[in-house]
C-alpha cells in the first residue's frame, strides 16, 4: 500500500522529498484494479490472455476487446483504463507500419517495445498531460524468435518469460514460475493460462468474467490471432475441471 | 535604423502569412494559382496486356512478365500478378512503379483489415471499389496512377471479376482485358467463352490469347504466368513459355497480301 503523498502528488512534474513521482503510483493503481492479464513466452510463440472483468449482462460475448493486434507479428493485452490503452495501441499500430514502409521489414518487437514505451514515458513529462492509466503485454514473433515485453504507466519496459498485471498478479506470477515454458508448446500454454486466470479469479469478489485469449505462434505461421475457438473451449473445460478438482480438495 | 527594422516587420509578416498556404504546386488551391498546375505525366516502364476470366471453380488471370522502356523490353521478369488478402488476386497494365505503389496501398488496407480480427476479409467488391476511389481521385488532380488494372477473385461462393483504368472507369465482366489485350483477346473470349468452364479449357483460352498478344504486341515477351483464384486461395504459376511457330507459310513472304512500295 502507498502512503499517501500530501501535497507532493498534485502533479505528475513533482517530484516527493524521497524521490517518488506519486502521479505515476497513482496511475499504476488502475492498473492493479484491472481484471488479470497474463502473457507467456512458450517455445514456439507467445501466448496473451485477459480474464475480462464483465460490468453489466447487457455486454455482447466477444465486444470490447482487451487484446488487440499491432501488426501481422505482433499483438498487445491492454490492462487499466481501457481508453488509455486503445492509445497505446493506436500508437503502437502507427510506429509498427511507419517502421515498416521506412525499413521495408516488419518491425523489430524490441524497437516496437522501446517505441510504445517512450511514448508512455512521455506523458510523465508535462504538467499538462497525464499519464496512461493502463499497462500493455507486448507479444510478438520476429527474426529473433518469439519475444515478450511489458510496459507500465511509468514507461518502464522489460522483456519477460512470462509476466502478469492487474488484480491476481501475485498469484498469477507464482503459477507461472512453476512452469516449464521452455519446454512447452503454445497449444499447452493456451491450457495452462486458462487455468492460470480461472485459478486466480476471485468468485467473491467480481462475478462474471469472459475470457480473452490470442497467440502469436508457428502453429499461427506466426501471425497474430486469437486463439481458435475450439481450443479456447478445450482450455476453458480443462480449466474449469482443473478449479473443481481444487474445490473437491 | 528604425525605419529598416519596421520594413522588415511588414516582410516577416506577409512571410508568415503564406505558411501553411502554398501558393504553387499540388496542394494549392485553384483560386491563387497564377498559371495551371500541371503534372504532365507519361509513363516510363510499362507493362502490357493483362488477362481476366471467369471460370467454374472462379477467376484465372493471365499476363507476361515484361516490363518495357518505351520501345525496349528492358525488363522481362516483372511480376504484374499480385494476391490481395485472402480473396483477391490484382493484375496490372502500365507504369510499373505506379502499380508497386498501389501494391502498396493495398498491403496498407488488408492489414488493418487483418487487425480487426472479427472474422470478416475484404473481398474483391470491395477492394475494387477502393481501387476506383483511388484512380478516379488522383486523375481529378490531373496526377493519374498510370495503370489499368483487372482485379478478380471469390468470395462466399460469389465470382466477382472487374477492371479500373487511370481515368476511373470501371466495370465488372465475365471476361476482361487491358491495353493490346481489349483488341486481339476480347473478341476470342466473345466467341469461345462460356460459363462454368473447367480449369484445364479456361487456361487453354487464355494461353490462346496469349499466343496471339505474343505474335502481334510488340511489348509480349514469352514468359507468361497464370493465376488462379479460388475460394481456397490465389496461386500464381511459376513462369514459362508458350510454343511459337514461325515456319508458317504465311510468315515466308509477309508482304503478299498487302504489295508496298518498299
Known sequence: ?249 | MLAAAQKDEKKDQALKNLVGHPQTGRDCPFTLLNSPISHTQYPYVTGTSVLGIKYKDGVLLASDMGGSYGSTLRYKSVQRLKPIGKHTLLGAGGEISDFQEIVRYLDELILYDNMWDDGNSLGPKEVHNYLNRLMYNRRNKFNPLWNTLVLGGVKNGQKYLGTVNMIGVHYEENHVATGFGNHLARPIFRDEWHEDMTFEEGVKLLEKCMLVLLYRDRSAVNKLQIAKITEEGATISEPYAIKTHWELEAFKNPATGAVGSW
Open chain 1, 1 to 249: 500500500m502507498g502512503s499517501i503523498g500530501t501535497g507532493y502528488d498534485l502533479s505528475v512534474t513533482t517530484f516527493s522529498p524521497d524521490g517518488r513521482v506519486f502521479q505515476i503510483e497513482y496511475a499504476t493503481k488502475a492498473v492493479d484494479n484491472s481484471g488479470t492479464v497474463i502473457g507467456i513466452k512458450c517455445k514456439d510463440g507467445i501466448v496473451l490472455g485477459v480474464e475480462k472483468l464483465i460490468a453489466s449482462k447487457m455486454l455482447l460475448e466477444g465486444s470490447n476487446r482487451r487484446i488487440h493486434a499491432v501488426h501481422n507479428h505482433a499483438g498487445m493485452a491492454v490492462a487499466g483504463l481501457a481508453a488509455d490503452g486503445r492509445q497505446i495501441v493506436a500508437r503502437a499500430k502507427s510506429e509498427a507500419t511507419s517502421y515498416e514502409n521506412t525499413y521495408g521489414e516488419p518491425i523489430p518487437i524490441k524497437e516496437l517495445c522501446e517505441r510504445v514505451a517512450s511514448y508512455v514515458h512521455l506523458c510523465t513529462l508535462y504538467w499538462w498531460l497525464r499519464p496512461f492509466g493502463s499497462g500493455v503485454i507486448l507479444g510478438g514473433y520476429d527474426r529473433d524468435g518469439p519475444q515478450l515485453y511489458m510496459v507500465e504507466p511509468s514507461g518502464v519496459a522489460y522483456r519477460y518469460f512470462g509476466t502478469a498485471i492487474g488484480k491476481g498478479r501475485q498469484a498469477a506470477k507464482t503459477e507461472i514460475e512453476k512452469l516449464k515454458l521452455s519446454e512447452m508448446t503454445c497449444r499447452e500454454g493456451v491450457v495452462e493460462v486458462a487455468k492460470i486466470i480461472y485459478g486466480v479469479h476471485d468468485e467473491a469478489k467480481d462475478k462474471a468474467f469472459e475470457l480473452e485469449m490470442s497467440w502469436i505462434c508457428d502453429e499461427s505461421k506466426k501471425q497474430h490471432q486469437k486463439v481458435p475457438a475450439d481450443l479456447l473451449e478445450e482450455a476453458k473445460e480443462a480449466a474449469k475441471a482443473a478449479q473443481e478438482d481444487m474445490d473437491a480438495d
